[in-house]
């Protein structure tokens, strides 16, 4: 599936004290420190890109109108039910 593999990051010095090859950025003093990162293998990522389907767009458009119209008739018919309500009362 996938096999690791370490690095070496530039990350923040604990001790306040920076470390070359890292040095400081911007005032702030950094040490270089060993990272654990997974590597997929190749059959892995073709799996991944495989099942991957295409953005739709139009499919995302729709979908965020008609939520987007849920939430204004909502907001509608609670201002129109708060009318309502209010001359009911007053």
């Known amino acids: 599936m996938a096999t690791k593999q ?3 990051a530039c990350l923040p010095a604990a001790n306040g004290i920076a470390v070359d090859p890292c040095g400081t950025i ?3 003093p950094y040490a270089p420190g060993v990272a654990e990162v997974p590597v ?4 892995t990522v073709a799996a991944v890109e495989a099942a991957a389907a295409p953005f739709d767009y139009r499919a995302a458009a ?3 109108a008609a939520s987007f119209g849920a939430v204004l008739l909502f907001f509608c018919l609670g201002l129109a039910v708060g ?3 209010k001359v009911l009362r007053g």
């Open 40 to 43: 997929l293998s190749a059959a």
């Open 6 to 8: 370490y690095v070496v």
């Open 83 to 85: 009318s309502v309500l």
């Open 26 to 28: 911007d005032g702030r």
């Open 62 to 64: 729709e979908f965020w």
